[in-house]
């Protein structure tokens, strides 16, 4: 049945198989693959067909894609939305379909709330109040206000907006004084994360710049290049918090570039499919599942390189 009860019965998953649609954002990041892999191996570990949609950053493309689902009568939809907003009428057809819309890794506007049953994946406003605390901490002491320059992700998305509501809400609740000398999306790229930093540089310098929050590794580690390529040294005359940890990132740590990691967990396919059964099996799910993370300063890169898994 496509009707989220039972759900062994839909003719090309095979035995209890279930058919699963995925919406994947894009692979704009190590973070995203490793995300992607972990959830088409716990697909087929469990013996789900997983009909995987790669939508290279484009709405249009993920909206396509759930009605390609719908069409198909599929058991469930996993959606990784790329933006917060505009979903509603596509999922309103999808709870017309009576197929169940789980939300993976990003979430939509409050407003659809009712349109999805439940979102696992990170809780971004918390990563963006670790960030928040580490600065606020760190540059506690610096009387003549801490200058900071920010990347964020993409414009519209979850991860985006809340990394940076909960980094400045943790700022303004510490007292902290600082500027936003600029901030703009990277787009969670490392090309795009470089050219803007490339602008950063060019508009404001980087003498009495004291701070770059990237909102993600590759943004950072495309800011480090244009960082060294203007003659400084990052991590020492600009301190540098970036979000996820894959082993470049922390390797960039290690070299010294990078003085503060928010870990962003990928690894939920387990979890994920776990979540997906219960739902088609009509169990009561929590609305939000959050995913286990922590964070690192320079004292522990060494030591975590070699746990990264991505
Ligand atoms: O939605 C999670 C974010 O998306 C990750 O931090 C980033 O690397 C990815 O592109």
């Known amino acids: 049945t496509a009707c989220g009860g039972g759900g062994d019965d839909s003719g090309d998953g095979g035995g209890d198989g279930l058919v699963i ?3 994947q954002v ?32 484009e709405q249009e493309k993920q909206i396509a894609a759930v009605r390609d689902f719908i069409t198909q009568q599929v058991d469930a939809i996993v959606l990784a939305p790329v933006v917060e907003t505009g979903w509603t009428d596509v999922l309103q057809e999808a709870a017309d379909a009576e197929i169940p819309v789980i939300l993976a890794d990003r979430g939509v506007e409050a407003a659809d709330e009712d349109l999805y ?9 918390e990563e963006g109040r670790k960030a928040g605390a580490w600065a606020a901490e760190t540059f506690a002491d610096d009387a003549d206000g801490t200058k900071i320059l920010e990347l964020q992700g993409t414009t519209g998305s979850a991860p985006a907006n809340d990394r940076k509501s909960g980094f400045f809400e943790v700022l303004d609740a510490e007292g902290l004084n600082y500027e ?7 787009n969670f790229t490392a090309e795009e994360g470089k050219a803007v930093m490339e602008t950063f540089i060019t508009t404001h310098g980087l003498d009495g710049i004291d701070l770059l929050y990237a909102h993600n590794d590759e943004m950072g580690l ?8 203007a003659g400084k040294v990052p991590g020492q005359d600009i301190q540098i918090i970036i979000v996820d940890g894959s082993k470049a990132g922390f390797q960039a740590g290690v070299d010294g570039k990078v003085n503060y990691i928010v870990e962003c967990n990928p690894a939920f396919g ?10 088609v099996n009509g169990d009561e799910v929590e609305k939000f599942t959050p995913v286990e993370e922590g964070v690192f300063d320079a004292t522990q890169f060494e030591a975590e390189l070699p746990n990264r898994q991505f």
């Open 117 to 125: 049953v439940t979102r696992l994946g990170s809780d971004f406003a």
């Open 222 to 229: 495309g800011a480090i290049q244009a960082i060294e390529e």
């Open 270 to 279: 387990d979890q994920l499919m776990d979540v997906v059964e219960s739902v």
């Open 180 to 186: 936003i000398v600029d901030s703009q999306s990277g």
């Open 26 to 57: 894009g692979a704009e990041s190590a973070w995203r693959t490793a995300n992607s892999a972990s959830i088409q191996a716990a697909a087929e570990a469990a013996g789900h067909e997983l009909k995987f949609v790669d939508a290279q950053q």
């Open 21 to 23: 649609g995925f919406a």
